[in-house]
């Protein structure tokens, strides 16, 4: 029907002209809503909101999200005469609110113009303020802030922007240099200053003609004077940037289609330096430290926003009891606190009063404590922004409890306020705050465990025993621990390795026993030999005192006393809360029945992975084990195993009866065995003496288990099927704890869980060893227990044929770090030498051995939960991995149907409240 | 309806009454034929079949497989019950085709007991042999075979087969001793004889005798003497047997339901050895090693079949004219020939006539060459066994192109009877059969890569490539291989290792040279200072002479002449036919243009990996290439890069022109840095003298480079990522090379691929270099040229987020080497730990390095494929691993979709035939 067309092009033509492209807002009035973001993009749909709820923000309207579609379809200069009407209508409108002009040189109006999508792109956008500004209005603005120095830097920063966004001065390449940043580092040279704020006005002046003449000879055209260019140069700026390529490369990887486009905000710029009249402030609707219900916040008169935070002036309090406190903590008298530091409260009380009914209407509105800034210019208060306040975790909790008790919120909701991780603030030892001030950070390293720590240096676990034993309280240095060390780590107050990642052997065991560690502290140069530790070439000694934070990875000089972590009622009426609605049990991964008597008080509902392999490494123990490995028949393994096996069965007694009443996961020997045996040759001729045999033997022994690549090879059940009287003797030694604590009237669950199955066999081969092994113990001791078999699914393999595996194993527990591993192809020791480049170029967005790879690893754990219950429906899926402790993995474990989550017993908290806030999200 | 049920019943029952249970067949009639598999087995179906076809096989009966399932639903009374009856009748038939009668004395018919299920399960179920014997036949059976000794021995071996099957008396543990074997080892022992055949027939009495006692002891009861009740009890063993532990197992894992059930086949037996009107033998309806259309075979008058393979009696021919030529060849004369072993043309003119006849109409009937085995038995000549004829590589491809020739196939089945892997055989260099006759085997090792080869051993690459020069043919003995030893391995003839797999560095460099090659031949002790290899205390040195047979794995002493292959105008034939049917092209891989040359002589039609790692190995490159690596920051590792891309190029334009008109996928850099760097004192001395600077600089950045597992290390494209400087190097090298021949009139098609991609983002910010570096490059050149870049997909978790990956890649290409490894989590290195037992156990059925493992592994690339192509429909999608030129692996990939198979040279016609196999197969 060709002749429709002429009739659609009038129509659309019609639909052009009618349509509103510029939302207004200001004086409580706005023609958008909050509901409105897909139109007004967030900025502008939030700012329309602040106006309808009656908070004072500076004026300004928002350019629609459609807006940038047209400018993409019909061209830039269609799209300004389209726009040219409503946005004069807008400015006037602002000039009226603001009393002043736009482009005036008497009583400029200055805007800002910022970008605003749908979806946050935080940013990948550009933003330019003080628009407005040319070499007359810049005097004017001199002298309504009598401020030379301000007025010529705001304009050079104006200019600078402007060019680098607007006029294309930005280089594309990183790494060629800004024209503006050159000509700035030869003026600083041409004075020989180092500080952009060294420069004085006369150089700022410099700096703008200098920057002027630059974009005249880049651009072949004068800086744009008139205030209107200005504007509409930066609204197609800001337009452009959203197919710029940073833009499109992030929406690529979220997902954000083109076609959403973004809004553009205009919004009037106002100064809190424009005399005594003017201030400028941050402040809180509750306290971010303790979370108590107390209005708070800092302020400075005839200041802008950087001189509140800039340290130059003493910021003053906001409220007039906050004041006093404050005066009183800085022994500073009455008297010279009203006179020098009067509160908001005292010095403007009308403005103050307004402040504090805005802060208690945005609290009231957002439902949570607000951080707001604000400015008061010649009298008149506006509020720049507000957000939810950040907090400590003790705040966070606090907060929560309070809303729900006060009624502003639901429980949903205050589960909902919880940041899992901040949890672990609470339970671990800190630093007393006012000796940490003092103290001196000598070295970063990675936060690999959290808490704080204090203690003498000792190099060598069995020093850190030694000297535990003699009551010292020490930190233990290694340039890296292997599972030799366990019985040091234990002893020491804190670990502290030169190598490794927050997955490394420390941080693994540390994180597990709750322990503070800092990994990876690559400055450290640390001489076994000579027992010191060296960072910047200031040798520490053995017995020297360090002090160290692991949720921070500072290393400081000397003691600094730490306070034990107390939980609080509301921290015990937040976790019944998280138990009403979790529907995952949470257990934890505990080798020790230390370890799992903690994880209970914690909450913990069992054992999701008890790894056998650490209780070998102590005296006798390890003996036995290096004698099994070393063994060169069956029969010598079986005698060597047959030491092993009370020690074992013991170990299990121990566990078992911590967790009494709940299930216990025990996992089957799983390292490849050369972790086991010694490496140096004082070691081996130790080993070769007490077996009777040459060192050579051993030697040659401990050479034929080297392995290219340990991680991928002789370990896991693949131990269990070439060497099948361990998977016995633990057979035993597991059900024969169990059959004990029967006898002494003790309710066990145990589960016998085979590492790294990759294929259904290896798992009937273990299995059947294992029911054979079962039925011949319970024949021996005439009694019986339930038990039972399951896997690990730490093998891709095993995920992608799980409905096989199921057909035989009754439960899976994901094993996700070695799922990761081998998922991503990634060894955790190895990963140092790239991973810090692929975060920092955000080729992953996160550390995967933190934070569950979802659609990768996560892809393979869903897949394996439900081909596995397809086959069995009832099977009992959980994850033991690290990740069973970080928050949005365990919400993801919850989306996928798992039945529990493990982790170590410190992170139990966590992954309880976690586990709650999945079920409400559902 | 309640008064149903008496209804039913009475219908059952009837219908249980007039059901036909047992299916007779003998002289020329069968009431089953062979499509009625399902109800008389495999087997069953197939002696049916022969009847009706005229072949004279001894008769007898099956009954059907519904009555396995009587037997679990009715119990055994029940159904012997319901046999009664019709198997008294079969029986009757037998006794009355044979002439003779079950449990007579005089004239004994002995019978065979069978299982045979729909589906072949191999040696899962048990048979019963001579069933009919007692105390009294046996005197029959020695009058009428005039064997007493022979009598005996089918005696006691029934009495043992009996007792262990049908009177249980094995052991159900594998470890256990048969009671029987006990008792032999004692009769031996006593008499002071090894062997069984060392008994007498009085110690054979004597054997029957005590396992009598034995089965009296255990069972309490006699052994049966009655024929019946022998038969009733081998029939309900054989469906006992069904339900045994091996056959739950094995249908667990072949997916082969229960309810199918064994048929049960009982068959006369029939003697070779009843004087001189019988005989036995074995005849092949052509040339089985040269496929030549000539009928052949061997035979024995008055034998058993066991007497033919023996070697005690010299075996006769079938044939004159065999006869005639194996007299030559044995320099016997006419005269003896004739009086001593005259054919059985001669000597049994009629029989060979009927003989003649039947073997025709076989192979007419199968359309294929078949190897038979008959027994004459008084004069009555008795078909035992037909069956598909195992043949040659040479012999297969002459049979399945002459049957085309002759009409008696068609193309697609004549593709179908070859063996893909057999064709290797005529690839490759063979020992002249003669002098390898005479050859002594010292020592076997893996056979890992076929044909062989002659030679003076060399124990260092650079001995080999200096002998080489010196016009010497020489072996290369390694302890094991690395990318050092490159072009040292070219030079050789052949190659030796003492450690490493099939898939060992050795292995996969030889099979990719065509090159023969054994792998890990442990029993080698080398000794690189003395230049020594010693076998069993023999010790050979530097320049001595050892030949190697990649085929079989064995290594010879001294020299063994070699034949060159010759590809025959039949191999020809049948290459032309496989392209006529494939759908899936097939290209190689190959890092030199000698190798693409090779490649494409046997039909590759492009390069699916061409590795650069390789090339970094040579004189010039290797310094360059570890300045390199050991480079401080960009600019000292771009100057490096810089003395390399000249290298690069060359290497490039060099096999673009081997390949022209031909895609060629170039891998970016692969393996870790550490592969290229010296480990050893000296190398790294020369090293630093050459870059100037101190040893301990370059050891220390040696020992940087170490990972625990390099496997899963920094490498692939992290290292491209991480030094973006090497794929702008090699982006230059690969298009520079192109453009170059693009100016000489060579047409070329490169792809850039880049390896190890697990993230799309790895992947856009090598795409990224690659683009931005080309665009320079061809701005530089004033010209062009069409590019690919795609991506190896290796990781597992590139096949999980395939579609993610393919809308930025162009290509895929599986390499299942690295998928293989993470997917199972085995490294290739160190598999040997227990990759033996697992096979040995069947945990595996098979190397996953060698076949691919569809469940898993292929899973992945099927998902990869089809979520790639969701994305992109036209993505090209191929295999460059390993299993490329694996016929199963090959099928796979066509079944999934590919568009390519890309596998080592030697390997390319392999893959053609099984690529159009697959196609055929669809």
Not at 65 to 92: F, H, M, N, P
Not at 694 to 703: E, I, L, N, W, Y
Request: aromatic residues 8%.
């Amino acid at each position: 029907m060709h002749f429709c067309k002429p009739e659609i092009a009038i129509i659309d033509t019609l639909y052009i002209m009618e349509k509103k492209r510029v939302y207004t807002f200001g004086n409580g009035k706005a023609e958008g809503r909050a509901d409105m973001k897909n139109l007004l993009g967030g900025k502008g749909a939030n700012l329309a909101e602040m106006n309808l709820i009656g908070v004072p923000v500076p004026p300004g309207f928002t350019i629609t999200t459609e807006v940038c579609s047209e400018y993409y379809e019909l061209g830039k200069d269609k799209v300004v005469e389209l726009l040219q009407d409503e946005v004069k209508k807008a400015i006037v409108n602002v000039e009226h609110l603001m009393n002043s002009q736009f482009g005036d040189i008497a009583n400029p109006l200055l805007v800002s113009v910022r970008s605003g999508a749908r979806a946050s792109m935080p940013g990948m956008m550009d933003t330019i303020l003080n628009l407005g500004l040319n070499d007359e209005v810049v005097e004017g603005l001199t002298r309504k802030t009598n401020n030379p120095r301000f007025a010529w830097d705001s304009y050079r920063r104006f200019v600078q922007m402007y060019g680098d966004v607007v006029l294309g001065m930005k280089p594309t390449n990183k790494e060629d240099i800004d024209p503006f940043e050159e000509i700035i580092e030869e003026v600083k040279a041409a004075k020989g200053v180092k500080l952009d704020n060294e420069l004085e006005v006369e150089d700022l002046k410099q700096l703008v003609a200098q920057f002027k003449a630059a974009v005249k000879e880049r651009t072949g055209k004068d800086f744009p004077t008139n205030a209107y260019e200005q504007l509409w140069g930066a609204i197609c700026a800001v337009f452009d940037s959203w197919m710029n390529e940073r833009a499109i490369l992030y929406r690529k990887m979220e997902g954000i289609p083109a076609e959403w486009g973004t809004a553009v905000s205009v919004q009037a710029m106002v100064f809190g330096n424009m005399g005594n009249t003017s201030a400028t402030g941050v402040c809180f609707s509750r306290d971010a430290g303790s979370g108590e219900d107390v209005f708070n916040g800092e302020y400075l008169i005839n200041a802008q926003g950087e001189d509140v935070v800039a340290g130059i002036r003493t910021p003053q309090q906001i409220t007039k009891a906050g004041s006093k406190i404050w005066a009183e903590r800085a022994t500073i008298s009455e008297e010279e606190r009203v006179a020098k530091y009067p509160s908001m409260e005292e010095a403007m009380p009308e403005i103050y009063k307004e402040l504090d009914a805005i802060q208690t209407k945005l609290e009231n509105h957002y439902h949570d404590m607000q951080d707001m800034e604000f400015t008061v210019q010649e009298g008149k208060l506006w509020f720049l922004q507000t957000r939810n306040g950040k907090r400590t975790g003790a705040a966070m909790v606090k907060i929560a409890v309070d809303l729900l008790k006060q009624g502003m919120i639901d429980e949903k909701t205050a589960l909902n306020r919880i940041e899992p991780n901040k949890l672990d603030e609470l339970l671990h030892p800190v630093f007393d705050k006012a000796a940490l001030k003092k103290a001196k950070v000598l070295v970063k390293g990675l936060p690999a465990s959290p808490g704080a720590a204090t203690g003498q240096i000792v190099f060598f676990a069995d020093d850190a025993a030694a000297w535990y034993k003699a009551g010292k309280k020490v930190v233990l240095v290694r340039i890296e621990t292997s599972p030799e060390d366990l019985a040091g780590m234990a002893a020491a107050e804190g670990i502290l390795t030169a190598r490794g990642g927050m997955t490394s052997h420390a941080a693994v065991v540390a994180r597990g026993m709750g322990k503070c560690c800092i990994s990876g502290a690559g400055a450290l140069i640390i001489d076994y030999k000579k027992k010191t530790m060296e960072v910047d070439g200031k040798v520490f000694k053995e017995g020297d005192y360090i002090s160290i934070n692991g949720t921070t990875g500072q290393v400081f000089e000397g003691q600094i006393p730490t306070q034990d972590p107390e939980l609080t009622g509301d921290f015990n009426e937040l976790m019944k809360l998280a138990d009403k609605y979790t529907k995952m049990s949470v257990r934890t991964n505990a080798d020790t029945p230390g370890d799992a008597q903690q994880a209970r008080a914690f909450g913990a509902v069992g054992i999701g992975l008890c790894r056998t392999e650490h209780m070998f490494f102590e005296g006798e123990k390890i003996k036995a084990m290096r004698e099994m490995i070393l063994a060169e028949d069956t029969d010598a393994r079986q005698k060597a195993l047959g030491k092993l096996l009370p020690f074992q069965q013991a170990d299990f007694e121990g566990i078992f009866r911590a967790m009494a009443g709940y299930p216990v996961t025990v996992r089957l020997l799983d390292p490849p065995l050369h972790e086991f045996v010694p490496h140096d040759p004082k070691g081996q001729q130790e080993l070769a003496d007490a077996m009777g045999v040459d060192v050579s033997v051993v030697a040659q022994r401990v050479d034929a288990l080297h392995e290219s690549n340990p991680m991928l090879g002789h370990r896991g059940c693949r131990l269990g099927n070439t060497y099948p009287e361990i998977t016995e003797m633990q057979t035993r030694a597991i059900l024969g704890a169990a059959l004990q604590l029967k006898k002494e009237g003790v309710t066990t669950y145990p589960e016998i869980m085979v590492p790294l199955t990759g294929i259904l066999h290896e798992f009937l081969e273990q299995e059947k060893i294992i029911r054979t092994t079962a039925s011949q113990l319970f024949k021996e001791t005439n009694d019986s227990i339930e038990y039972k078999v399951g896997t690990m699914i730490e093998i891709p393999r095993a995920a992608l044929t799980a409905n096989r595996i199921a057909s035989a194993a009754e439960f899976f527990s994901f094993g996700t770090n070695d799922l990761t591993q081998m998922t991503f192809g990634y060894s955790r020791d190895d990963i140092a030498s790239f991973l810090p480049i692929y975060l920092e170029k955000k080729i992953l967005k996160f550390d995967p051995f933190l934070v569950l790879d979802q659609n990768g690893v996560g892809q393979l754990v869903r897949m394996a939960t439900e081909k596995g219950r397809t086959i069995r429906p009832d099977l009992k899926c959980g994850i033991c991995g690290e990740h069973g402790g970080e928050p949005s993995s365990v919400k993801f474990c919850h989306r996928v149907g798992l039945n529990y989550v493990s982790c170590s017993p410190f992170r139990v908290p966590i992954a309880r409240v976690a586990a709650a806030q999945a079920a409400i999200e559902e």
